[in-house]
Every structure is written in structure tokens, then in C-alpha cells.
């Protein structure tokens, strides 16, 4: 049985990408010991966090620690249901792990690298979270559309139901965003670089991902038919982040980023009819270039628990397909200014050069032509432009809440789109 104890000082644990924001001095916490290893349930800033550690240096007379996944032992004792809180569902011995390194360390997960019987790949939530359905998108994806996503082997649940740790294949590959950072560069320096190849193969795996979904008869995933208040629900997402917005930032740009999405919001309002015949599905929901990697003339897409932060809407919702591809879109963005290398990403945000508008509108074309090329699928330009407004500020609030210092990137494109000069916004119109 695991033993209450006194928890960790905050002080060791502060560096800690987990925590929800940086500062974070003090937390309501509480410990159990299970044979040498600390499991911490945390409530911070209206968050519960749930991380198990490892004690292992004493700093003036605190413990400094360590993730306790980084260890073979924890990491057994878990998967085969020997730590009470916890629960597994893993069925399959993988095999004894023999090394494990960190993969990457994010706001809300960690994600390891384990290597026994096959190369694994491990993703421990940090946060416990009711609407996360990745362990369900796995396994659905895995039967219906086999190779398009990691193959799960178990996830380890609390016990009250909330995945902790999910435990799948390591797909390999390279990750898209790399990819595309390298080609913006390459472009940037004057060559003609634009990811088409890239663009095409990742359309198509986002088009054979939706085609599967939008075929999924269990309730959590049925397609249904949107309506005129999901459409009003949609729009309303915009008013909140804008005032939202004003409340994290009062600079001008952000000034500026909140009238233009309340500007937005009311010309949707009045462009869009209700959405008859519009179906609304289970989607990713976070389809960024960092959460695909390609593999020769195939992709591979991963992370499936949705976006961090959604509000004012909820990850269980359903959404039409278009708001995958804004999210691309969105990336694409992003990757073309982050190429340009240190702070040259803030040259010209509203008023974008020439190379910039052709290698936007060029990689965002080939995913549309990629995506297009299974028969079967619909794609309504109204959607998408609501969705690249709806997505873009989405990320001023992210960006703005975690403090990475990359909110002008979003506003400065919710800027263009409401005056007209945005350039995947121009290409899109482009489609009606």
C-alpha cells in the first residue's frame, strides 16, 4: 500500500515544464511513498497534477528529484499494476525495458523513448483530464486506419478513470515541422524550397484520418449533423479569447488583435448561413506540423488528446473537418516565420513579404491538393475560414498564458485576416 508523506518544496520542482505557468511559487499537494518513489497529486491554479518522482539528492536539506518514469523499476511497477492510484490495462509484456531517455518534456506530458523488447514509446500525462481521448483515438485508429497512427499496446489509468500513461509504438520518422523550418530557411535564403512533396503526403494522411472517423458508429466519435447553434458557439469562442486577450496583454498589438477578432466575428456572423448538411465529427483537434511525422511517402500522426486550454469550448466537443486543416494552415505560419532563425520572425507581421505569401499559399495548396485526392471528401471554404480565425485565436491565448513570447505570430495574422491581406486567408477565398 502507498504511504501519505510530506511532499517535495516547490523550490525543486520549479523548472519543471508541468507546472502551468512560470513563477508558480507555492501548491496545495499531497504525497504517497510507494517502495522508494513519491506519488505527487498537485491542485494548481485550478489544474490537478498527478507526477510521480524520484528523491534522489538532499540540497539544504531538500530532496532534489527526478521523473520517476526515467527508472526500469517505477516504470514495471506501473505497467503491471503493483501501485496503488493506479491502475493498468496492459495485457501484452513488451519486455523488461533495459534504457530509457527522455524524448521531450512538455506542459502537460512527458514523453520517453524505452527501449526493450522493441523500440516503445511512452507518453505520461501530467495533468488528470476526463476529456482526453487519445487512448480511444489509438485504438479506433489503429484498426480502422492501421499505420496512420502509433499502435497502442496498454495505457495505465488513476483509478478514477483519467489515462496517466500511455504506452505505443515509436513510429520513427521525422517530424514535419523540422522539415518545413528547414525549407522556410532554404526559401528565405532565396532558394525555391516550398514543401510540396511534404504537403501532399500529409493531406492525404489527414484525409484517411477523417475518412475513418467520419465512418465510427460508436457514440463518442459518430458523426452528426452540425447545427445553427454549434455554428453560434463557434463564433461566441472568438468574443472570449478576445476579451481574454485584453486581459493577459495591453499592448498595442494586442489591442489591435482584439478588435479584429470581434471584428471577424460579426462578418461570420453575417456571411455564414446555418450549416445544414455540415457534419461535425471527432477530429484531432491539434493537427500542427509537430504532431505529424513523415516516413518516406507516408505520414504517421500522433497526439491525440487535443488542444491544452480550449476554453471556452471543450475537447469532447465535435467540430467540422475543416478545423483540422486550419490548424495546419496555422502551422504552416508559424514554421515560415520560425525559419527565418533568432528574432527575424518579427520582420514585417502585417505586412508580410512576397516570399513569405507564395511559400504559405504554396505549402498550404499541396495539403488541400493532398487531402483532395481521396474520393469521398468534402471541403467548404466558409468552414475554413472560420476555423483559421477560430484557431489563430486560440493561439494568441496559449501563447500568451505559457509566456513563450510568440503571441504576435497569431495576432498579427488575425490583423491580416480582418483587413483582407492574409495570405492563406486570400488562397482559401480562392476555393469558393
Not at 214 to 234: I, Q, Y
Not at 417 to 426: A, E, T
Request: proline share 6%.
Amino acid at each position: 500500500m502507498a504511504i501519505a508523506v510530506e511532499c517535495p518544496d516547490i523550490r525543486m520542482l520549479i523548472n519543471e515544464p508541468w507546472l502551468p505557468l512560470p513563477g508558480t511559487r507555492s501548491i496545495k499537494a499531497r504525497c504517497l511513498r510507494h517502495k522508494g518513489f513519491l506519488i505527487m497529486i498537485a491542485l494548481v491554479q485550478g489544474e490537478r497534477i498527478v507526477a510521480s518522482l524520484k528523491p534522489v539528492e538532499r540540497v539544504d536539506d531538500e530532496w532534489r528529484v527526478m521523473d520517476a518514469e526515467l527508472y526500469k523499476e517505477w516504470l514495471e511497477e506501473l505497467l503491471e499494476g503493483r501501485v496503488p492510484f493506479f491502475h493498468s490495462s496492459c495485457t501484452v509484456n513488451p519486455g523488461r525495458p533495459y534504457r530509457i531517455r527522455v524524448y521531450s518534456k512538455g506542459a502537460r506530458s512527458l514523453g520517453l523513448i524505452i527501449h526493450a523488447r522493441e523500440r516503445l514509446f511512452a507518453k505520461v500525462m501530467r495533468r488528470a483530464e476526463q476529456d482526453n481521448l487519445e487512448p480511444l483515438m489509438l485504438a479506433y485508429l489503429s484498426e480502422n486506419a492501421p499505420g496512420l497512427a502509433p499502435k497502442p499496446y496498454c495505457t495505465v489509468f488513476l483509478n478514477e478513470g483519467k489515462p496517466y500513461l500511455i504506452l505505443m509504438e515509436d513510429v520513427g520518422g521525422e517530424e514535419a515541422a523540422k522539415i518545413y523550418l528547414g525549407k522556410a530557411a532554404e526559401s528565405i535564403r532565396g532558394g525555391d524550397a516550398a514543401p510540396i512533396r511534404e504537403g501532399l503526403i500529409i493531406g492525404k494522411a489527414a484525409a484517411r484520418m477523417h475518412k475513418a472517423l467520419l465512418s465510427c458508429r460508436e457514440e463518442w466519435c459518430r458523426p452528426e449533423e452540425a447545427s445553427s447553434r454549434d455554428l453560434a458557439s463557434w463564433i461566441h469562442r472568438l468574443r472570449v479569447r478576445a476579451s481574454t486577450i485584453l486581459r493577459l496583454s495591453r499592448d498595442s498589438l494586442a489591442s489591435q488583435a482584439s478588435h479584429a477578432i470581434l471584428e471577424i466575428a460579426g462578418r461570420l456572423e453575417e456571411e455564414l448561413s446555418p450549416p445544414w448538411g455540415t457534419v461535425k465529427a471527432r477530429i484531432h483537434g491539434d493537427l500542427h506540423l509537430g504532431q505529424i511525422r513523415v516516413k518516406k511517402n507516408t505520414a504517421v500522426i500522433t497526439d491525440f488528446e487535443g488542444e491544452p486550454y480550449k476554453h471556452p469550448a471543450s475537447r469532447l466537443e465535435k467540430e467540422t473537418p475543416e478545423r483540422d486543416l486550419a490548424c495546419l494552415a496555422r502551422s504552416i505560419d508559424y514554421a515560415f516565420r520560425l525559419g527565418a532563425g533568432g528574432e527575424r520572425w518579427r520582420e514585417g507581421l502585417l505586412k508580410p513579404s512576397e516570399t513569405m505569401k507564395l511559400w504559405e499559399q504554396e505549402a498550404f495548396e499541396a495539403v488541400l491538393k493532398g487531402y483532395m485526392m481521396l474520393r469521398g471528401l468534402t471541403l467548404s471554404p466558409e468552414m475554413l475560414r472560420l476555423w483559421l480565425a477560430e484557431r489563430a485565436s486560440y493561439e494568441a491565448v496559449y501563447e500568451l498564458r505559457f509566456h513563450t513570447g510568440l503571441h504576435p505570430i497569431p495576432m498579427a495574422a488575425l490583423i491580416r485576416m480582418w483587413r483582407g491581406d492574409d495570405p492563406l486567408l486570400s488562397m482559401v477565398e480562392k476555393l469558393d
